[in-house]
């Protein structure tokens, strides 16, 4: 049987298995993670010094915190969003600022404020199940403020990079072994397509993570990690990266 989104971290050890094994010191998630944080606080700092008025900053599905502990400190008010209790709760031990609260925003839609000046969302498109995903979009950018507000938000998954044979294979053993391990991709036509019927236009984007992330549990990892972050950010190979992060305003 398939797992929801939603239900899958609603369990205590997948949230320990998922802050401490797929962020491990040295593993494929930390390193890319490691790649993207300085442009996140990079477009962070020119936005704020772009503007004269306060920043209020919602990171929704913050999971355990790990992007809104990196940026609540650029925001006047922050506040993190999760569906899973278990979650939030590893998330208030690493934020010191932002609101947290737990909830299901279009069955409880007042757990958002209005007109969020930044609004972040991280590895939850492709998670969510398709039918959820315009949905999810459409109420963000209900509260997202006009016509200045920001949507960053990332797909780590993408079906036109190295990654894919991977992926590829396995989505075929999950059909015949039913393992429940999610094996979802989006194409960058794909993801544009889906930004812009929902109320986006893509103003930038940055890739990460050229190298299949096999590559880094092989003794080949440094090698692979310094490819991978020379190749990084905003350039001509974006829509080859495993991981790609958009920056979207509202239409």
């Not at 050890?13 to 998630?29: C, I, L, N, W």
């Not at 950018?141 to 590829?168: C, K, M, T, Y």
């Amino acid at each position: 049987m398939t797992i929801s989104y939603s239900e899958r971290f609603q369990q205590k050890e997948a949230v320990e298995s998922y802050d401490v094994k797929e962020y491990a010191t040295g593993g494929y998630a930390a390193r890319i993670w490691q790649l993207q944080q300085p442009v996140i606080e990079q477009i962070f700092t020119d936005f704020r010094q772009a503007r004269t008025s306060p920043t209020r900053l919602l990171d929704f599905a913050c999971g355990t915190g790990r992007v809104l502990a990196c940026v609540e400190r650029f925001a006047d008010t922050a506040d993190g969003i999760d569906i899973s209790a278990n979650m939030v709760a590893v998330a208030r031990t690493k934020c010191q600022h932002a609101r947290l609260q737990v909830g299901d925003i279009l069955a409880s839609p007042e757990l958002l404020q209005n007109n969020y000046d930044v609004i972040t969302c991280f590895r939850l498109l492709l998670n969510l199940e398709p039918e959820m995903r315009g949905r999810i979009l459409r109420q963000l950018r209900s509260v997202l403020r006009e016509p200045d507000g920001r949507l960053l938000v990332n797909v780590h998954g993408n079906s036109r990079s190295l990654r894919h044979p991977a992926i590829a294979w396995r989505r075929w053993r999950e059909r015949t072994k039913k393992t429940g391990v999610m094996a979802n991709e989006m194409s960058p036509a794909e993801t544009a397509r889906l930004l812009w019927e929902n109320g986006f236009r893509i103003e930038r984007k940055f890739g990460f993570g050229i190298l299949p992330p096999g590559f880094y549990r092989t003794p080949l990892r440094q090698a692979t990690f310094a490819a991978d972050r020379f190749l990084a950010g905003e350039n001509v190979l974006n829509d080859l990266s495993v991981d790609i992060l958009y920056l979207c305003s509202p239409r």
